[in-house]
Structure formats: structure tokens, C-alpha cells
């Protein structure tokens, strides 16, 4: 497998650019914007002195690219900030909170992936037949449901899977904090079990629309395929049908969908937000919910950031996987990357 | 879809001439469009949706159902004759208050494209056209790293930072935060198109006749991207009022007792429990056929300015 | 000894506007080890006819009439499982863009290794797939072959994606070979060299090749005999020399004049008019809209092939009295 390395060392420079622009953006929004962050912490009664104090703490008397360092040395050296709401150190709630939603997003990544590929090179092979249409209304309607509406119907009707794990049932040790994961690896298997129904629901209900919109990509990649010349030589060449579809067919129709799929692994992460307030899962997005409503500037900082850090990593992930795909994109040097 | 545009076409035609091949060109257009039946559904539902939107202070069964006096008698009624609909946990007939949301939701959208579209796109077609200069590589900078986080985080934060700490979130901010979230999508798309159209032939000509920047990036450029634009401009339809409704659903949508799709959802969520299925049910109901509705529509633009041999 | 014999094939595709009845009674032999044309303009057929005989159909292609026998066997009612069998060892096809007959996302290696392991009885481990794929590289004339088998498509050139192809085609036909319009996408100095490397591999092996083509003049050094094809049917057939400098069917005649020559005589005129309409052909002879000498039979019934020469046959009322 031949790789440009220049190729990875630009998606790579281009990803760190893009995280030091964001945390830019997000310190100028927190700082720029209106409001008083001292006044914020301390309430509007507290005295002279001790804003002058705070003031100088947080660095809030010099000129701003420097408070801009002092933040960034923040970040690295774990001092986030103290959350409005709980109010310890945003980096302490972070720990606390993110391994739940990462489990969940992971799983909704997966359910995504997993059902929509082979959903769209069924109805691709199966052009303008029953399947094929049946797929296709099926996933104009899944597009058009916001996650948080399935969520709402499916929490209903299984109300009973709130939460990561049924109440009364031990959660497992902690290792990682996914509590499918940290069940498995214990061997608390009936944990295990519980924890992959509790995620399901909510996972099912943020991968809807990306599955109906990859099924979709998919299918249409596929037909696209089939009529090319390359799968007529394939077919001539006495090449086993099984080959061509999984091999011949699937490569090269995957490209757009990987594509896509970066810009849906965005909206996972977006809509995680609502579907966990639903469904009490009690993780990272739910917190960033509770820090936006209550004006938790530091919580809300770190939320951010923190999205935009799993969106650059997701992307760097998926142009990798897309570079494997496609020869012609990782080989040839491109004047205008 | 390539277009050169025919610089030398005689603009000193007929006027009868040019509303010919007018009419001619846009009745194309429409055939490409109509081959799909399902994009005249799309049209339809967008234009009903605009209608009940436009005409509801006249058309709705219960006039006083947005802003009237609760009526604590004929709360949370199940859907009946009277009340297809049902009515809310104010006596509010449902019909009639999700014929209302209508309008918030389209004022919404309205807002939101109006402000971004124009100057996305124009951002799009300098940094297109002007691509490998430093200027173009500081918008798209900029552009990329709007979208690295997703649109519905940025509005919400955004909102968050705009609301003063003492008042209440509303609207406005959800408006302009979905707004300052959104530009940034149109200026990549129109530069990704931009950037490979200027490379191409008939740009290079018109370049050697002279003609000016402006004209290149206007007459030459923009035909053939606004196939792209006008889809991505009707899919946003859905987009926007699907971002409205998430906001409204956490809070930043009308305040009580305006009627907005994302908080009568939410308010009918917390009843369901309850068995009071038809104040969610119809607002969701509501939010998936506009949404769709506005899909369909885009797929149905894309075939019209899709060069496909059938 | 008659390797293909294609009789009385007849074959409609559904479009949206209604049949298009494109074959109409194609009668053509192949021996073995024998190389033979089909001549004619884009959208005659050609294509589709070879196309039947490796059952390459698309899904919208039904074949209403006619046999088509392949080694003995009638390849029209084969078994699925027989055909991809022909395909992996006795028949195989060029295309005629060399690009798009590639995948773009796979290795040339990729490509062969996979040809190589179901062409063969035995199962084969890597090393063994490897000198077989360098051995046929070798004899399509390409040189550095494992550079070539680790290269992607994009990064060959138009006449070495060519090579890759013959090479490829050889691996699975021992014997019949189509090649259809292997030359028209290279520039003619490539397609020259290519078609000297396909006479002299096919020429080693005895294998028997259906060249197609609209170039008379790839032809006449490629083939010992020629069919002429207009609108979906067979027109003249006979010995390429035999058909160049007696052609006796006003098509032939108009094809053959239309061809500039070095030895002067201008710029030819071409052939006025276009092809039938598929929709609705003419019952009688389909060329009778462009044809000069049409007469009042010409729309009856078509004109069945009247021999004209030794091994000589045509299609035109113009030879009626003669026997066919």
C-alpha cells in the first residue's frame, strides 16, 4: 500500500491549523462578547476589592492576545476553569462526563456505518425493484426526522431504557468509563448485556438520518458502478459475482459515502446534545446543555472546544480512511490543497 | 453543467427574441423538474406550508389559539371533530396552533437565507475565483473553522453569549446565532465549485478578451453554480427550521404563548407519559413534513440543473 | 474446424420510447484460429452482437431469435455457471477505452492476480500469480513489469493501459479473442504498434479474433475476412482483399470511397443521410434511405445475400439473379 506521505503531513498541519483557528474563535466569542466573566463568578454583590482581584487572577488586566496564552497554557496544564454549576474544575466534570457520550457516539457511528452500506448496495444492485424503492422512501422520511423526534417516540415506548444502565444494576468497575466496554473487559457480562440495550434507543436515534442519508449516497454510488465499463470488463473477465460486489463494487462506491459520513459524524455529535437530555444519559453533551442554559461560561468553553477537537480528529480519521480508498486522491499532489 | 456564457450574444436582439428563448429555456427547466414525481410533492407541500403560513390569521379554525386566554375547561382534549388536532394543556386548539408555528418557522428560514446566502455566496465566489491568493486563503480559513464545530453547537453557544445575563433567551439571538453558524457552508460550497470552474476554458477566455473581474465572477461563474446554490438554499429550508426546532426545543425559541413547533414539542413531551400522545405527535408530525417536503423540493432542483441524458 | 457460428440472431432493446429492433438475422462463422472484421458506423450493432456471444447483455436486451453455437454447445441457453467458465478460460474481450475498462481504485496487480486465480484449475499462492502476471506483462510488450503491476490505472498511458488490457484479455482466452475497437482511443501511432502486438500474440497462440472497428484501413492488415454491418444487419461478407477492391455492396462501395487516399482524387463527399430509426426500420432493405440505386423491391422484403465472388456474398437486389 503506497502512501504520499505529504499527503498525511498536510491533512495533518491542515487539522492543527484548523484546532488553533477554533480555539481562537471560541476564546473570542467567550471573551469578546458581552458580559463580565468576574461578575459572572463572583455575583453582583461582591466587593471592589475582591474584583480586583479575581480580575488579576484571571489574567483579565492584560491585553488580550496574552490572555489568549495564559488560556491555552490553561488548557494544558488542566486548569480549565471552575464551572459556574458544579463548581469544580471543568476539566475534573469533563472526565466525568465525556467517556458516556463518547460511548454513545461511538455506537451511533457504528449502527450508522453497519446498516447503511449494506442497505445501499442491496437496493443498488436491486435497481428500481420493490427493495430498491422501499429503501428509497424509506430514507427520504429518515432524513426529514430530527434525531430528537425519534428519540422522543422511541423513549416512550421504551422508557424503561433511560440511562446507561437499568437502576439497581451495579455499574462495572471503571476503567474507561464506557460501561459496555468496561463490563465486557470484567467480564460482567450480564452488565454487559444491560448496558447494549440501555444504548441502543438513543444510539438508533441519532444514526437514523445518517443512515438514510449514506443509504442513499450508497445506493446511488452503486448503480453508478454497475453501468461503468470497468464492472462490464470485470463481468468478461469470469470474475466470481461475490468478488465483484464485495471487492469491485464496494471500493469504489464507499468513497462518496465515507464523505459524507465525515459531515454526519458532525451532526452526531450536534444531536447527541437533545438525545441525551432525552433519554438521561447523563453525559458530556447533556453537561454542555446545563452550561448553556445556565451561562457556565468556562463549561461552555470547554463543550466547544471540545466537540471541535472530536470533529477535527473524526475528519483527520476519515480523510485517512478515504486516501485509502482512493489511490488518486492520496497519490497525486494537488496544487490547490 | 458547463455554460459559457455566449458574451457575444447580440443584446441588441429583439425584446421578442430574448422572451422566446426565455420562456423556452425556463420551460425546460420545468420538464427537468416534472420528470420526478416525487418533487412536485416536494413543491406542493412547500407551498402548502407557505400558504397556511401566509393566510393563517384567516384560515385557522380557532383564531385565538395563539394568543387568546387558556380555557382550563377543555384542556388536553384528545383529538375530536372539533378539535382534529386535539388541543394543549391550555385548552388551545392544536390545529390551529400548529398552522400558526407555521409562521415562525418560515420567518425563520426567511431571515436566516436571506442574510447568509447573499454574502456566502459572494464570499464564496471571490475566494473561488481569487484562489491561492492570501485573501482567498484567509476566507476559506475562516470558513473551515466555522464548520469544524457542528452548526447546531456554534447557535447554541452563541446564543448562550449573546443573552444578557438577566434576560430571558428568545428568538432574536437564536436568529442571528443560526445565522453567524450557517454562512460559512455556502461560501465552501460556492468555492469548491468557483475554484475549479475558473480553471476551465471559456474563463480563460473571456480573461484574454479582457473583461473585467467582476464580469468573470458574475456572468460566467455564477450561472454554473447556481444549480448548487438554489438546491442547497431549498434543502436549508429544512435544515433551518429543523436547527429552529431543536433550539426552541431547549429554550430559545418563541416565548409563551407564541406557537413555535420545537417548544410545543417540547411541552408535549413531558405530557406523553401521561397518554397525551396528539400535542407531540402533531407538532413532530408537522416538523417531518416541512422538512421533507423542503427536501423533495431540492432533489427536484437538482434534476432541473443536472445535464442528465435520461 | 467452426469455433462460432452466430445464425439468424435477432435482438431488440427496451427504451422508453418503445423496441428498439436493432439485430435483424446476423449470420456470421468464426474457424479457428481464424481472424475476422465487422465493419460499419457507430450504433450498427457491432458491439451488441459480440456482446451476445460472451452474454454481456444489458438488462433492457432481449434476444428474439437465432442460435448461437460455441465450440458445439449453444451458448444462448448455457448455464450461468458455463458461461463465467468461458469467460475465465475460453473467451475474452478489449474494450475499446482502456481507462474506463479499468478500476480505478485497484492495483494493476490486484486486477490480474484475481483474473489469474480463477482462470486457473489450480489454486496458485502469490509468488506463483506473480511471475504468471509478470510472464503475460512480457507479452504485451510492456517492459518494467512490476513497476506496472504496482502502479494504479491513472498512472499508466493511454497505450500501456492498452497492454495491460491484451495482457489481461490473454490470460483468460485461449480461444476467442473480441477486441472491439481496441485502437480508436489511442492516437495512430500507438494504435498501430498496438495492433501489430495483438496480430503477433493471437497469430503465436492460434487464437481466433473478431476484430470490430470503423477503421478500414486497422482492417485490411488485421483480417482475413470482413463483415460489413449497416443499421443491424450484415450487408457484404468475404476475404478482406476480395471486398476492398470489388466491393459490391453500395454501402461497401460508399464506405470504401469515403476514405481520403494519398494517391489523390480530393476530399470524398461521405454518405448523405442518417441511420434508421430502431423505433420503426424499414421492412425491406434498411439502407434504402441513403442508397442511390434503390429500386421498388428494396422495400419489400429484405434482400438476401446473393453470392458475388469466391467466398464473396451481399446483401443488395442489385446482384438478384445471382445465386445465394
Not at chain 1, 491542515?14 to 481562537?24: D, H, K, P
Not at chain 1, 463549561?299 to 489511490?327: C, K, Q
Not at chain 2, 460550497?189 to 464580469?215: M, Q, W
Not at chain 2, 438554489?230 to 429554550?251: E, H, N, P, Q, R
Request: one cysteine or more; a neutral charge.
Amino acid at each position: 500500500m503506497k502512501w504520499n506521505w505529504g499527503f498525511i503531513l498536510r491533512r495533518l498541519a491542515y487539522s492543527v491549523l484548523a484546532l488553533v483557528g477554533l480555539s481562537i474563535l471560541v476564546f473570542a466569542i467567550a471573551r469578546v462578547l458581552p458580559g463580565d466573566p468576574v461578575r459572572l463568578a463572583l455575583g453582583p454583590h461582591a466587593s471592589a476589592s475582591a474584583v480586583f482581584q479575581l480580575r488579576i487572577q484571571l489574567h483579565l488586566n492584560q491585553p488580550i492576545w496574552l490572555q489568549y496564552i495564559y488560556w491555552i497554557e490553561g488548557i494544558f496544564t488542566g486548569n480549565w476553569g471552575i464551572s459556574l454549576f458544579t463548581h469544580r474544575n471543568v476539566l475534573t466534570d469533563v472526565e466525568a462526563f465525556l467517556p458516556a457520550t463518547l460511548e454513545l457516539l461511538i455506537a451511533a457511528a457504528a449502527i450508522d456505518i453497519l446498516i447503511a452500506v449494506p442497505l445501499g448496495v442491496i437496493a443498488g444492485r436491486r435497481e428500481n425493484t420493490v427493495v430498491d424503492n422501499a429503501v428509497r422512501v424509506l430514507s427520504y422520511v429518515g432524513i426529514a426526522i430530527p434525531s430528537f423526534v425519534v428519540a422522543i417516540f422511541l423513549q416512550h415506548f421504551f422508557p424503561s431504557y433511560v440511562g446507561q444502565l437499568s437502576p439497581g444494576v451495579q455499574p462495572p468497575p471503571h476503567i474507561t468509563g464506557l460501561a459496555f466496554l468496561d463490563a465486557l473487559v470484567t467480564a460482567h457480562f450480564s452488565t454487559a448485556w444491560n448496558a447494549l440495550l440501555h444504548i441502543i434507543p438513543p444510539a438508533f436515534a441519532l444514526a437514523l438520518g445518517p443512515i438514510a442519508q449514506e443509504a442513499r449516497i450508497m445506493r446511488s454510488s452503486v448503480v453508478e458502478n454497475l453501468g461503468r465499463d470497468y464492472t462490464v470488463a470485470e463481468i468478461s473477465r469470469g470474475l466470481p459475482e461475490r468478488v465483484i460486489t464485495l471487492k469491485y463494487l464496494m471500493k469504489p462506491s464507499l468513497i462518496p459515502t465515507i464523505t459524507i459520513y465525515a459531515l454526519d459524524i458532525s451532526s452526531l455529535i450536534a444531536n447527541a446534545f437533545l438525545v441525551e437530555l432525552i433519554f438521561n444519559w447523563g453525559g458530556f453533551s447533556q453537561y454542555g446543555l446545563n452550561a448553556i442554559l445556565s451561562k457556565d461560561l468556562n463549561a461552555i468553553v470547554a463543550v466547544v472546544m471540545i466537540a471541535g477537537v472530536l470533529f477535527v480528529i473524526s475528519n483527520f480519521l476519515v480523510d485517512l480512511t478515504v486516501g485509502y480508498l482512493d489511490p488518486r486522491i492520496r497519490l497525486q499532489s494537488r496544487s490547490d490543497e | 453543467m458547463k455554460v459559457a456564457d455566449s458574451g457575444a450574444a447580440p443584446s441588441k436582439a429583439s425584446g421578442s427574441l430574448q422572451r422566446r428563448t426565455r420562456r423556452q429555456t425556463l420551460s425546460r427547466y420545468w420538464y427537468k423538474f416534472k420528470r420526478n414525481k416525487i418533487s412536485i410533492v416536494g413543491l406542493g407541500v412547500v407551498l402548502a406550508v407557505i400558504a397556511i403560513a401566509l393566510l393563517s390569521p384567516w384560515i385557522v379554525p380557532y383564531p385565538g389559539a395563539a394568543f387568546g386566554p387558556p380555557n382550563f375547561a377543555k384542556m388536553n382534549q384528545a383529538p375530536s371533530p372539533t378539535h382534529p388536532f386535539g388541543t394543549d394543556e391550555f385548552g388551545r386548539d392544536e390545529l390551529s396552533r400548529v398552522m400558526y408555528a407555521f409562521r415562525y418557522s418560515l420567518m425563520l428560514v426567511g431571515v436566516v437565507l436571506g442574510i447568509t446566502v447573499i454574502p456566502g455566496v459572494l464570499l464564496g465566489l471571490v475566494a473561488g475565483y481569487y484562489a491561492g491568493r492570501w485573501h482567498s486563503s484567509l476566507i476559506m480559513l475562516l470558513a473551515n473553522i466555522f464548520v469544524a464545530v457542528p452548526p447546531l453547537l456554534l447557535a447554541l453557544s452563541i446564543a448562550t453569549e449573546l443573552t444578557p445575563l438577566n434576560s430571558s433567551p428568545d428568538i432574536l439571538t437564536a436568529m442571528v446565532a443560526v445565522t453567524l453558524a450557517w454562512w460559512p457552508w455556502y461560501t465552501r460550497l460556492v468555492y469548491s465549485t468557483a475554484s475549479s470552474i475558473r480553471n476551465e476554458d471559456f474563463v480563460k477566455a473571456a480573461e484574454l478578451t479582457g473583461a473585467s473581474s467582476t464580469h468573470i465572477m458574475f456572468k460566467e461563474i455564477l450561472p454554473n453554480i447556481l444549480g448548487s446554490v438554489l438546491t442547497k438554499v431549498s434543502l436549508d429550508g429544512g435544515w433551518v427550521i429543523l436547527i429552529g426546532a431543536a433550539l426552541s426545543f431547549v429554550g430559545f425559541g418563541a416565548p409563551s404563548p407564541t406557537p413555535d413547533l420545537g417548544t410545543m414539542l417540547s411541552n408535549g413531551a413531558t405530557d406523553l407519559p401521561g397518554g397525551v400522545w396528539w400535542t407531540t405527535l402533531f407538532p413532530a408530525m408537522a416538523i417531518v413534513a416541512v422538512i421533507l417536503g423542503f427536501n423533495l423540493l431540492g432533489d427536484g432542483i437538482n434534476d432541473m440543473f443536472s445535464s442528465g441524458i435520461k | 474446424m467452426t469455433l462460432l457460428e452466430i445464425r439468424g440472431l435477432r435482438l431488440e432493446y427496451k427504451v422508453y420510447e418503445g423496441q428498439l429492433k436493432v439485430l435483424r438475422d446476423i449470420n456470421i462463422s468464426l474457424d479457428k484460429g481464424e481472424r475476422i472484421g465487422i465493419i460499419g458506423e457507430s450504433a450498427c450493432g457491432k458491439t451488441s452482437t459480440v456482446k451476445v456471444v460472451m452474454r454481456l447483455l444489458a438488462h433492457n436486451a432481449t434476444i428474439t431469435g437465432g442460435s448461437i453455437t460455441y465450440k458445439g454447445q449453444e451458448v444462448l441457453s448455457l448455464p450461468q455457471k458455463r458461461v463465467t467458465q468461458l469467460r475465465r478460460r475460453s473467451m475474452s474481450m478489449i474494450f475499446q477505452d482502456p481507462s474506463s475498462a479499468l478500476n480505478p481504485v485497484f492495483t494493476i496487480r490486484q486486477h490480474m492476480y484475481d483474473i489469474i486465480r480463477y482462470a486457473s484449475e489450480v489454486s496458485l499462492n502469490h509468488a506463483e500469480m506473480e511471475s504468471k502476471a509478470v510472464d503475460y506483462l512480457r507479452q504485451a510488450a510492456l517492459p518494467e513489469p512490476k513497476r506496472i503491476l504496482d502502479s494504479y490505472p491513472f498512472q499508466l498511458s493511454g497505450g500501456m493501459k492498452q497492454r495491460v488490457n491484451i495482457a489481461m484479455a490473454l490470460i483468460s482466452s485461449n480461444d476467442l479473442l473480441i477486441a472491439d475497437e481496441p485502437g480508436t482511443s489511442l492516437d495512430v501511432t500507438i494504435e498501430d504498434q498496438i495492433m501489430r502486438l495483438l496480430k503477433q500474440v493471437v497469430v503465436e497462440r492460434g487464437i481466433s479474433v473478431i476484430l470490430i472497428t470503423h477503421a478500414l484501413g486497422t482492417v485490411k492488415h488485421f483480417v482475413e475476412r470482413i463483415y460489413v454491418m449497416y443499421a443491424g444487419t450484415i450487408v457484404e461478407e468475404g476475404p478482406t482483399d476480395e471486398v476492398f477492391r470489388n466491393p459490391k455492396h453500395p454501402y461497401t462501395k460508399m464506405l470504401i470511397d469515403s476514405v481520403p487516399k494519398l494517391t489523390g482524387g480530393g476530399v470524398p463527399e461521405g454518405i448523405l443521410g442518417q441511420v434508421p430509426s430502431y423505433l420503426e426500420p424499414p421492412v425491406g432493405c434498411r439502407f434504402i434511405t441513403r442508397c442511390p440505386h434503390r429500386m421498388k423491391v428494396c422495400e419489400g422484403e429484405m434482400p438476401p445475400l446473393y453470392k458475388v465472388g469466391e467466398g464473396h456474398v451481399a446483401a443488395c437486389y442489385l446482384h438478384e439473379g445471382a445465386s445465394t
